[in-house]
RNA sequence: GCCGAGAUAGCUCAGUCGGUAGAGCAGCGGACUGAAAAUCCGCGUGUCCCCAGUUCGAUUCUGGGUCUCGGCA
């Protein structure tokens, strides 16, 4: 016996069927859903992030859902200590923690119990450099980083300006290397005895529950969903609104692009999502592989986690 | 039925003065430590419609065929 609290994880790409299963398998094992979702996040995206409906939000609990307005951040720090602290309070109430999500990040921050710094993103900072990058190339910046942190500026591709201008955030704010947090992560122990699996789908099937899944939304009112957002004053630039499908509707209501463009994006986008999600996923070698389309179904799944559960409690 | 144009990657198309071919989009693979549904990197996946002829060699030239799209009937 380890001491570890155990905890249950669901990964799968989006459309795959996991808030399906989670929503079985909760009352099943008496606990809650821990969100694991960068979308989920923002109250009022509701239709366009497949958030769980009222309904099923009272047969069972949802954690980490609806945490922050449109117009505000919410990183994956904040996930980390908000799904850490309910993890443990989850478990001392005797109850498993049981995480569902498409966010690798956010679960891996989470299991591998990441090492971040002291402070976040700044947005006068990242003003300034964005400004820069424009003007010399985001080349210019990784060759700055190089001189600071070479670790990192080894790791980080020149032109991925993205986390050039984090790498050198943590430097100027933190006075230390970026790279220095991974160091501790990799030192430091894992925090949880986990049981993961993980949710996937033949490419064609998926693409398709992609394609109806699209579909439905817009059925069920996506469109006048971003046009509330919109009328309720967050702007174009706000976290919420750049998430996908909210983000070429907001284009679409601007005029810019049809309405078939903005579907036909949407569509692209979310296959492409699918697939980084799964990339991220079969990088977890432990991860046991669940196929809903497979004889069985639903229910087979169902009892292959039941039993990997009754083993991890053993 | 006649006349014309075309047939090359999943799609739209370029190209080869005869030496088995390449763009965009789609797709596939990968990275990921405070924006992550974000950001970034890598990869052509092909009976060049079919059959015959000419040729050392045909996706390319010639003939025939099939199909598609226009126009005329």
Partial sequence: MTGKIPLLVLAGPTAAGKSDLALRLAPLLETDIISADSAQ??????????KPSAGERRQVRHHLIDMVDPDEDYSVADYQRDAQRLIGRLWSGGRLP???????????????????????????????????ADAAGSEALHERLRARDPAAAERIHPRDRRRIIRALE???????????????TRKGEAPYRLLTFGL?????LLYRAIEERVEAMLERGFLEEVRTLLSRGYRRSSPGLQILGYRQLAACIAGEISREEAVREIKTQTRRLAKRQLTWFRRD?????????AAGGVERAVEIIRGGVKEILA
Avoid: C, H
Wanted: no cysteine; net charge positive.
């Fill in 41 to 50: 996040v923002y109250r009022g995206l509701d239709i366009g992030t497949a």
């Fill in 98 to 132: 049981f995480m569902v999500g498409g966010t690798g990040l956010y679960l891996r921050a989470v299991t591998e119990n990441y090492a971040f710094g002291k402070r976040g993103g700044e947005g006068v900072f990242r003003r300034r450099l964005e400004a820069e």
């Fill in 170 to 184: 943590v430097f100027t704010l933190e006075g230390r290397p970026i790279s220095e947090q991974v160091e501790r």
């Fill in 200 to 204: 996937t789908l033949p490419r064609p």
């Fill in 285 to 293: 070698r432990n991860m046991r592989w669940l196929d809903l389309s």
